[in-house]
């Protein structure tokens, strides 16, 4: 008897971050004729991102940056774990989503005979896909400047960065208990949250009475309470939450954006017109989200405001010159269409299946035998 077609299965390998996983999520959906897996570390929140609409696996990997005499012995251990994993799943490739969390399955993969993707969607590669891009076949770019710091011989694509469907979602203001009629500032400091753009927008906020316009604050778990008292205290009308799990209806109801920008913030804004003032992570040593921006800010679609300029002068005119300048918005607006790509994720899957070729076209057929 002839079992029906198996879809070849593509281990996408990563995670921790938001900015990791929902490009990942984004070309999974557009991997039509494959079954994607999520191979997740099983702390970090990915789980719940992912929400079962793929099938999941756990993978414990170690940071390079804890321990680094014991890493070597640890990441040894975590690929034959990660050995295991993808024999059982009969895996056909491996995609890596960057950071430390894909390393161990990247290495699986290879010594296992796997093809290898990688997705980079900062403006320059991190020290994951600097490591694993002399194994993989092929890299989805999301920025031209990433291109740089690859080998030369491997097939690379500029695609952007993948796009996930929920930022399209609809928004109502009321939702999130602000007012339908003032100009909203969205800010946000990442999965994470940003405890020192926090405080510079508590800061900010004060040289800001009298002003009619409401704000929306994604303080990250470790901030907010602190930040909503500061709210309170100072009388700031809007909304501080820890996280912003569905970010598309968040974006529906703002004006502007303020924020960090982590690839898929910028790429995300630029796709909806949003204007935006991006405060780059100052710690990165090779500025990586500077660089991010770069190319909207080029474009009059954002600006870019370092963490240390951001003093309470700054944000005022921030306020003044952008949310309550509705010329000055529109404008921005319209820029974003030059740098926006909105179809990244369909482009960087295609790039994928192109890349690993036969690994993914070939029928495999399952025989069974009986009566």
């Known amino acids: 008897m002839i079992a029906p077609l198996k879809r070849p299965v593509v281990v996408f390998a990563g995670g921790g971050t938001g900015g990791h996983l929902y490009p990942g999520l984004a070309v999974a959906r557009a991997l039509h004729g494959h079954e994607p897996v999520f191979l997740i570390p099983p702390d970090r929140g990915d789980a719940a991102r992912v929400n079962g609409e793929f099938r999941v696996a756990a993978l414990r990997a170690p940071r390079p940056d804890r321990s680094r005499l014991l890493y070597p012995v640890r990441l040894a251990a975590a690929v034959a774990r990660a050995r295991g994993i993808l024999g059982d799943l009969r895996a056909s490739a491996v995609v890596g989503l960057g950071g430390y969390a894909s390393v161990p399955a990247a290495l699986a993969g290879r010594s296992l005979g796997l093809p290898l993707y990688l997705m980079q969607c900062d403006a320059v590669a991190g020290r994951a896909t600097r490591l694993l891009a002399r194994f993989a076949q092929g890299v989805g770019l999301g920025s031209a400047r990433a291109r740089d710091t690859l080998p030369a011989r491997i097939s690379w694509r500029v695609t952007g960065t993948p796009l996930r469907r929920e930022m399209h979602a609809k928004g109502d203001r009321r939702e999130f208990g602000l007012a339908l009629s003032l100009p ?140 309550l300048d509705d010329a000055e918005r529109r404008a921005m607006s319209l820029s974003a269409a030059g740098v926006a790509r909105p179809d990244a994720a369909r482009d960087m899957a295609a790039h994928l299946i192109e890349t690993f070729g036969p690994a993914l076209s070939e029928a495999r057929w399952h025989a069974e035998l009986g009566g």
């Open 184 to 323: 909203t500032l969205l800010i946000l400091g990442g999965s994470q949250g940003a405890t020192g753009l926090n405080t510079r927008v508590i800061e900010g906020l004060r040289e800001c009475k009298g002003r009619d316009f409401q704000v929306l604050h994604g303080a990250g778990p470790k901030d907010a309470a602190r930040v909503e008292a500061a709210y309170g205290e100072l009388g700031i009308r809007g909304r501080v939450v820890d996280f912003i799990p569905e970010i598309g209806r968040a974006y529906a109801v703002a004006d502007m954006v303020l924020g960090r920008a982590g690839a898929s913030t910028v790429a995300e804004c630029s796709a909806l017109g949003l204007p935006a003032v991006y405060v780059p992570y100052p710690f990165h040593k090779d500025r990586q989200q500077t660089w991010n921006a770069l190319d909207a800010a080029r474009a009059g679609a954002a600006r870019i405001v370092e963490e240390k300029d951001l003093s309470p002068a700054a944000f005022r005119a921030i306020v003044d010159g952008i949310l």
